[in-house]
């Protein structure tokens, strides 16, 4: 007589593994279409313009091959680094200017008054408006002769703000904060949002202020958003074209001269497509630098969601 041993019950352990698998099919497929579209969108153009970077083409004519003398030409271009110095000087003031009043608005908008949601929603309206039609607004708003500061008799506003190298440079710093300073708070409105307030209690009862709170807690807290707005920020100021070429198209001389804007005159107004190319290789190049060496000052980020549990 054969004697059947009882099943035995799968263990903790056994049950998550197999829910996991049976879970991991599903996830998949979800995620397929997102992957098509990056490779379609993202991968594709990206081997395509390193492709056409070792190349000669005005565009219209046969593609020829050039090998590595269009990097050797713009490599050794003085206009270059003049370029990437612009870039970078933006990048880093408008980061600057951008975050600390990200932060200061968007731990103000994650109270829970009724007003604030009002406000959320006018201070997010910049975001949505095109860069162009902003460039084009500031720049009649700017205009020494029939521009606000003529209108109003105002002094200080009848400058040649687009006319002056460094008066430039501050309209498109304080343009682009204008713009994108309700997107970044809206990140930390959510960072806020997400703070244990046992936290905040607790430290109400030892005495600390709003401001000891801020800092003691709030910053911290918020490291690792910080690290993402920040990515967003810097990798996004390499991509600055709209805006500097409606409003200053690289003037005044080559004082607004980015690295897009740099592109974009080689490639579609002096016809050199393969030298354009080569820049929009070296734009996603240091991005992806910038956002390795970001990601890498912010650590893991396991040990922030333990902190955070």
């Known amino acids: 007589m054969t004697v059947?041993?009882?099943p035995v019950a799968p263990t903790g352990t056994q049950q998550r593994s197999s829910s996991r698998v049976g879970r991991s099919g599903p996830v998949a497929w979800m995620v397929l279409p997102a992957l098509i579209l990056f490779v379609v969108f993202g991968v594709v153009p990206l081997i395509g313009v390193l492709l056409l970077s070792f190349t000669q083409w005005d565009g219209l004519g046969a593609i020829q091959a050039a090998g590595l003398s269009n990097w050797k030409t713009v490599l050794s271009d003085s206009q270059l680094p003049h370029?990437?110095?612009?870039?970078?000087?933006?990048?880093?003031?408008?980061?600057?200017?951008?975050?600390p009043m990200s932060l200061l608005l968007g731990t103000f908008l994650a109270g829970r008054q009724r007003y604030r949601?009002?406000?959320a929603v006018l201070y997010f309206i910049p975001l949505l408006?095109?860069?162009a039609a902003i460039a084009i607004t500031y720049k009649a708003l700017l205009d020494p002769n029939f521009g606000l500061g003529a209108g109003l008799h105002i002094g200080f506003l009848t400058q040649?703000?687009?006319?002056k190298s460094n008066l430039a440079i501050g309209v498109v710093i304080f343009i682009v904060s204008w713009q994108f300073i309700p997107f970044h708070s809206l990140i930390y409105q959510g960072g806020v949002r997400q703070i244990p307030t046992t936290m905040y209690e607790a430290a109400s009862i030892d005495g600390a202020g709003r401001v000891r709170q801020f800092f003691s807690i709030t910053v911290p807290q918020l490291k690792y958003t910080i690290i993402t707005s920040s990515t967003l920020m810097v990798v996004g100021s390499l991509t600055f074209f709209d805006l500097i070429f409606v409003l200053t198209a690289g003037g005044p001389g080559d004082a607004t001269r980015v690295l897009a804007l740099d592109m974009y005159k080689r490639g579609?107004?002096?016809n050199q497509m393969g030298p354009a190319s080569v820049i929009a290789a070296l734009i996603v190049l240091l991005g992806l630098a910038l956002a390795l060496l970001?990601?890498?000052?912010?650590?893991?980020?396991?040990?922030s969601q333990q902190e955070g549990a």
């Open 117 to 119: 949601a009002f406000l």
């Open 268 to 270: 579609f107004m002096s």
């Open 83 to 99: 370029s990437i110095l612009v870039t970078f000087e933006i990048m880093i003031l408008s980061w600057v200017v951008q975050t």
């Open 294 to 303: 970001l990601r890498r000052l912010g650590g893991s980020t396991t040990a």
């Open 160 to 163: 040649d703000w687009l006319g």
């Open 4 to 6: 059947t041993a009882p």
């Open 129 to 131: 408006l095109s860069s």
